[in-house]
């Protein structure tokens, strides 16, 4: 199976960047997709964007065109690169794996790293 990890958050001014990373270690013998998620509090799950082990990347309509995810397969990590931060993507974010297609449902990804903190300030 796989472990996640991720790292990369921190307190950041609204407009500046910042490049989160979850790298997967143990079994890497089967392909995974992958999806970024954030909560807020008060908040369920919502989806941010993920990519397939083919390489293909969807996101969510609130972070087109602000957020990046690239894969660097020699370095087992997955990237989500994020521009232009608002105050309201202040969240923990997490990264995900599943088998199979690309899903917004939470519930149907298997394994979870333990989150990364984001916070945007004015």
């Known amino acids: 199976q796989v472990r996640l990890v991720e790292s990369g958050g921190g307190l950041v001014q609204a407009g500046d960047s910042l490049r989160l990373s979850c790298t997967a270690s143990?079994?890497?013998?089967?392909?995974?997709?992958i999806g970024w998620f954030r909560q807020a509090p008060g908040k369920e799950h919502e989806f941010v964007g993920g990519i397939r082990s083919s390489g293909g990347v969807s996101y969510a309509d609130s972070v087109k065109g602000r957020f990046t995810i690239s894969r660097d397969n020699a370095k087992n990590t997955i990237y989500l690169q994020m521009s232009s931060l608002k105050v309201e993507d202040t969240a923990v974010y997490l990264c995900a794996a599943k088998i199979g297609s690309l899903l917004v449902a939470p519930d149907r990804y298997d394994v979870w790293g333990q989150g990364t903190q984001v916070t945007v300030s004015s």
């Open positions: 143990g079994r890497t013998a089967i392909s995974y997709t």
